[in-house]
Each structure stands twice: as structure tokens, then as C-alpha cells.
């Protein structure tokens, strides 16, 4: 993806629509991070150094660094686990996922380009804080990209729906 990519008017309205995910509870266990141009290399500089501290191979530090360094606008969208007696830790999680699936959707019928992005920089937490200031409660769902389309993405081979659907 590349520019023009979407302005803060534009985006709000993107961001709204992908809150409109499944909530038991309307605990809204997530919030979003909007990552511009200017952070995007910060963010790469930082995923290189981790990833070099972990003893990862060449191969997967720069995939970690290129998730920023080839990024124009992203939204990182932070899993908030809040406290409930009523609303398990997992049903929070899945409404999160909605909101990452939501703020895709979203983009593309608006006519953008958009990609849910994860990776080791999603799953470490030292990452995690040093970047964002994540909470011990806090971690990312998912980096979602979003700009003008180069290429359309290549189709992936997707699951025959009739071989895992059961009908009752």
C-alpha cells in the first residue's frame, strides 16, 4: 500500500464503524493507537533492536522492522482486558477480533486498502511496551494498515466450507 492514505476526518468515522463489534457486557475492552508515517520509523528502529535482543535470525527481524518501515498509516488495535464477573477474558477477545475484522472491512468498503497484520512485534510484550506504553492488562489484537491499494493482494487458498460445515 502507499499513499494517499486516510486523514484523521477520515479515519474517525472508519473507527467508529469497527466499535460496532459484539460487546457482552459494553465493557469496550479495546482501544486504538494510530500510527502515522513520522512513528512508523520509530516503531521499526525499536522491532529491530528487540528482535536483534532476542537472537532472532536476520530474516525475521526485518520482517518485524518492514511491518513499519512500509507503512504509511496503521491502526493498532489493543486488546484492554477488563475485570468482570459476568464477561469471561475469552468473550473479550473475540469482540476484539471483531473490532481488528470490523476496521478492515470498514477501510475496503470505503475504498481503501487494508491489511490485518500480527507477527512476533505482536506477541512480545517487551515490544509491546517500549512501543506503545502497553498496561500489563493490555496487548495487541492486531496492526491494521491501511492506504491506497497498489496491487490487489494475491487470493489465498481458503478452507472447502462444505468438508467443516455441519448442518443440524
Not at 479515519?11 to 467508529?16: A, G, N, Q, R
Not at 476484539?96 to 481503501?112: K, R, T
Not at 493482494?153 to 481458503?158: G, M, S, V
Amino acid at each position: 500500500m502507499t499513499t494517499p492514505v486516510p486523514d484523521q476526518d477520515t479515519l474517525l468515522p472508519l473507527l467508529t464503524a469497527a466499535s460496532r463489534s459484539p460487546d457482552h457486557g459494553k465493557l469496550e475492552p479495546w482501544r486504538f493507537i494510530v500510527i502515522d508515517k513520522p512513528a512508523m520509523g520509530r516503531l521499526a528502529d525499536i522491532a529491530e533492536v528487540r528482535g536483534r535482543a532476542l537472537g532472532m535470525a536476520d530474516d525475521q527481524v526485518q520482517k518485524g522492522r518492514d511491518q513499519f518501515d512500509k507503512g504509511h498509516l496503521a491502526v493498532a488495535v489493543i486488546e484492554v482486558h477488563k475485570e468482570s464477573t459476568k464477561v469471561p477474558a475469552l468473550e473479550q477477545t473475540y469482540a476484539v477480533g471483531g473490532v481488528c475484522l470490523g476496521l478492515v472491512n470498514a477501510a475496503l468498503a470505503a475504498g481503501w486498502g487494508a491489511n490485518w497484520l500480527t507477527g512476533w512485534v505482536s506477541h512480545d510484550r517487551e515490544f509491546m511496551q517500549e512501543a506503545f506504553g502497553l498496561l500489563d492488562n493490555e496487548r495487541i489484537a492486531g496492526i491494521i494498515h491501511i492506504g491506497t491499494e497498489t496491487t490487489p493482494p494475491p487470493d489465498r487458498p481458503r478452507p472447502d466450507v462444505a468438508a467443516i460445515t455441519t448442518w443440524l
